[in-house]
Structures are given as structure tokens and as C-alpha cells.
């Protein structure tokens, strides 16, 4: 088994989603679970799980049964998780239990197909207040206290992480304005800065200066290093 100095090593080495979400992996088979799940925290109106999950490796088909079959509405964990900051280790015999009856089956139906008695979650909060929860699910017995603690470490650790790979994500898209975007969009599409100050309604200096800030602000040393990068980062299409 993977130990806990090898799991900070592997969480320092994170620099790519795709890396988190292996970390993910590791850190789940570490503590006996089966999946993962990070999400934001549902709202008491929201209707569907899958809108406000950020990452998963949760079986694509056992969401979709789960918001067709209404299960977030009278979900006791999903209740607790909005009004609590605690971490949260249930069976789903437990939190199956506090439903209606015929959901109460269905739910526990759909869990066992999926060879799920148990889930722990455990509340984060990224840099701009977001609330989410970071959710490990699998066939195992209740953690330990000294579990639990650990797992909640590496979870706070892991959505920090989250977090800052998010804002490096969007930087570039919120540090260029919407003219630098529009005129950028319009380079990709082969216009001079005639014809794009033209298009416009600009001046050919200002489309000059809309061009340079946005190399700048992408690190860019011409227009044609900036118009591969901004379509490789999807800032324009």
C-alpha cells in the first residue's frame, strides 16, 4: 500500500488537473474506498447531482440514475453537508434510512449495485469562499478516528490545490478585456488590423495597442506565437 510520505510527495508534485485526479485515485485505494467525488455544495433547490460536480470518477451511468431517480432532493448527506462543517462518515443503510420508503429502496438498490455501503465527505472551502465537499464512496467499515483525520488532511491539501489550478486556469481569460478578445478573435480569423479596426469601428493604433496587451499579458513575442496560444487555451474559437 502506498504510504502517507509517498502521498504528500505525489501532492506536492500536482500540476495539472489530469495529476489531481490521479492523486485522487491513489489517495482513495489508500483509504479502502472505490470512488471519489468533488463537488459543489447542492442547493436545497438544485435537482441534479451531476450540475454541480467538478470532478469524478464516479460511473457515468450510476449519476444519471441518481438524478433519475431524484435522490439529491432528500439527501440526509448532501442536508448535513450545507448546514455543518464536519466531516461525514455514513453508511447508506444510514443515510438511505431517513427517506421515504420507496426511495429509501431504490437509493439503496442503486448503491449496492454499485457495491457501495459506505461514504465519508468532507467539507472545503476554496480561496474565493466556494463551498464544496470532497467525497470518497466504496465497500469498507467505518473509518477510524485517526482515518478520518488523515483523510480530511490530504482533503483540504487536494481542494487547495483545486482551487489554485482553477484560478491559474481562468487567469489569462480575466486579465484580457473583451476588446483585446474580440480583436484577437478577429486575427485568428486572418484580418489585418486594418481590416479589424474596420470591423470595429476602431482605430488602427487602437487595434495595435488591443494586440500588444494581450501579448503581453500571455507572454507572447508576435501575433502568430499569440493566436496559436489563445486557440490552444480556448480563450477564442
Not at 492523486?23 to 468533488?38: A, D, E, G, K, S
Not at 457495491?115 to 465497500?139: E, T, W
Not at 491539501?157 to 478577429?186: F, G, M, V
Not at 486594418?194 to 470595429?200: C, D, R, V, Y
Request: proline residues 3%.
Amino acid at each position: 500500500m502506498t504510504s502517507q510520505d509517498t502521498l504528500f510527495s505525489d501532492l506536492r508534485a500536482i500540476r495539472t488537473e489530469d495529476d489531481l485526479a490521479d492523486f485522487l485515485r491513489q489517495l482513495t485505494r489508500h483509504f479502502n474506498f472505490m470512488r471519489f467525488i468533488l463537488i459543489t455544495i447542492p442547493a436545497v433547490a438544485d435537482e441534479k447531482l451531476v450540475a454541480r460536480i467538478e470532478l469524478s470518477d464516479l460511473p457515468d451511468e450510476m449519476l444519471e440514475a441518481y438524478d433519475k431517480l431524484g435522490l439529491l432532493k432528500n439527501s440526509l448527506i448532501f442536508e448535513t453537508l450545507r448546514r455543518s462543517t464536519a466531516p461525514i462518515s455514513w453508511s447508506t443503510e444510514t443515510s438511505n434510512g431517513k427517506r421515504p420508503s420507496e426511495e429509501g429502496k431504490a437509493a439503496s438498490q442503486l448503491f449496492a449495485g454499485y457495491n457501495i455501503n459506505r461514504s465519508a465527505f468532507f467539507p472545503v472551502h476554496g480561496i474565493g469562499g466556494a463551498r464544496a465537499a470532497l467525497g470518497f464512496l466504496g465497500n469498507r467499515e467505518d473509518l477510524t478516528h485517526a482515518e478520518l483525520g488523515d483523510l480530511g488532511m490530504f482533503a483540504v491539501q487536494a481542494y487547495d490545490i483545486y482551487s489554485n489550478l482553477k484560478d491559474i486556469n481562468k487567469a489569462p481569460e480575466c486579465l484580457l478585456t473583451p476588446r483585446e478578445l474580440e480583436a484577437l478573435h478577429w486575427a485568428a480569423n486572418g484580418k489585418t488590423s486594418g481590416e479589424i479596426a474596420s470591423i470595429l469601428s476602431l482605430s488602427d493604433h487602437t487595434v495595435n495597442t488591443y494586440m500588444n496587451n494581450a501579448m503581453r499579458k500571455l507572454d507572447c513575442v508576435n501575433r502568430v506565437q499569440l493566436v496559436a496560444k489563445a486557440l490552444r487555451m480556448h480563450l477564442i474559437c
